[in-house]
């Protein structure tokens, strides 16, 4: 790195995505490659958000609406909050990003779950604030451990909810006795990219916490309203914190495409109602299969599942890798041990089924 960037940028690593479908076809020779490694929507995007980007890419001469107006009441109207206490961003990542840009002072703690989503981490060390790692617990996190570790400097607490890399999720009982009398110099970030894959009647409705100032939701349109390749996610939060963030925020951070797919993927309820379907009926046959194959899939309630494969789990990536089915390894997050593969269409499900025990078979 140059020796003029910040110091505190010299010991970090730049985040590495799942590799792409182009740069597999560049490593194998493979006609059909499939990518079960970023946790996209396999079913696409919806008709109704392909239809509105068309209608929008006549004005793109245009800047965007810089504060998202049409997609803001659309939504502050379907989830019953304030429009005032949204805010866009470039993906939910920038608004994780957006969070630590209004908040972190210098010698400012972020407390995070590891392993965890490592953006959390990036982002902190980038922003110039020390983070502690509270470890998972049997794959979920240890939130009494995590109220323990706050302290003075604990600015951030960073929770997502359900995980990534893990799908396991907090329940509302171990969130409430989590912010229940909670410092008052402590904010929490709750992810929930992956919020409308739960189904659990035990998973908190964080928006029901927002009026104690307590909480900061993001949430994505990458995952279930597929939109990924757009950027385009929001944070919900009282508006006195949301107006911190809206002062750190770029005025033209989400682009006019991604603004009006959003505000018509929203509408598009028969489109959302398949994916999930489509993820239900995936994770009862991947679990299934893998568990057939003596293989531990963790019990999980996102579009992923990761799987417990032991100490041959680096020879299976590399094994599917080969075989044209991308999936994600875990070692960047020390869970050597397994790997995570996203649910995908039914064909892709069978098809990485078939390869994975072609590799178990034959070892490659
Ligand atoms: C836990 C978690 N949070 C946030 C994100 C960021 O999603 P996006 O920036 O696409 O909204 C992801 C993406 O994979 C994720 O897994």
């Given at each position: 790195m140059d020796s003029r960037a910040r110091r505190t940028l010299a010991n970090l690593k730049a985040y590495q995505p799942g590799t792409?479908?182009?740069e597999a076809r560049r490593q194998?020779?493979?006609?059909?490659?499939i990518k079960l490694a970023s946790n996209e929507n396999p079913l696409g995007m919806s008709p109704k958000a392909k239809q509105a980007v068309r209608a929008a890419l006549g004005s793109l001469h245009r800047y965007p609406d810089a504060t998202c107006r049409t997609l803001r009441l659309k939504l502050a109207k379907q989830l019953k909050v304030q429009p005032e206490g949204l805010v866009f961003g470039n993906g939910s990542d920038e608004v994780l990003t957006l969070a630590m840009k209004a908040f972190l002072e210098p010698g400012d703690e972020v407390l995070v779950a590891y392993p965890a989503f490592l953006i959390y981490e990036l982002q902190a060390q980038a922003h110039g604030a020390a983070f502690r790692r509270v470890p998972l617990k049997d794959y979920r996190y240890d939130l009494p451990a995590m109220r323990a570790a706050i302290n003075s400097k604990t600015k951030l607490v960073f929770i997502a909810?359900?995980?990534?890399?893990?799908?396991?999720y907090v329940t509302r009982a171990e969130l409430e006795a989590f912010l229940s009398d909670l410092p008052t110099h402590v904010l929490v970030v709750m992810d929930?990219?992956?919020?409308e894959f739960v189904t659990a009647k035990d998973y908190p409705q964080t928006l029901d916490y927002v009026g104690t100032r307590k909480v900061l939701i993001t949430r994505?349109?990458?995952?279930?309203?597929?939109?990924?390749?757009?950027?385009?996610?929001?944070?919900v939060a009282h508006p006195e914190i949301a107006a911190a963030l809206e002062v750190a925020?770029?005025?033209?951070?989400?682009?006019?495409?991604?603004?009006?797919?959003?505000?018509?993927?929203?509408?598009d309820r028969a489109f959302l109602k398949a994916t999930l379907a489509l993820m239900r009926e995936g994770r009862w046959y991947?679990?299934?299969e893998l568990k057939a194959l003596q293989l531990l899939p963790i019990p999980g309630s996102t579009n992923f599942v990761l799987v417990d494969c032991g100490s041959q789990a680096a020879q299976v990536v590399q094994g599917l890798f080969q075989r044209g089915v991308i999936v994600r390894g875990m070692r960047a997050w020390h869970l050597e041990h397994c790997f995570r593969v996203s649910i995908g269409t039914m064909p892709?499900?069978?098809?990485?089924?078939?390869?994975?025990?072609?590799?178990?078979?034959?070892?490659?």
């Open positions: 792409s479908i182009q194998v020779k493979r006609s059909k490659i909810n359900p995980d990534n890399p893990t799908g396991t929930e990219a992956y919020y994505s349109f990458s995952k279930a309203y597929g939109l990924a390749g757009l950027r385009v996610g929001y944070g925020r770029e005025p033209f951070n989400v682009n006019s495409l991604a603004q009006a797919a959003a505000a018509a993927a929203l509408d991947l679990e299934r892709e499900n069978r098809r990485f089924i078939k390869e994975l025990k072609a590799v178990l078979a034959h070892g490659s």
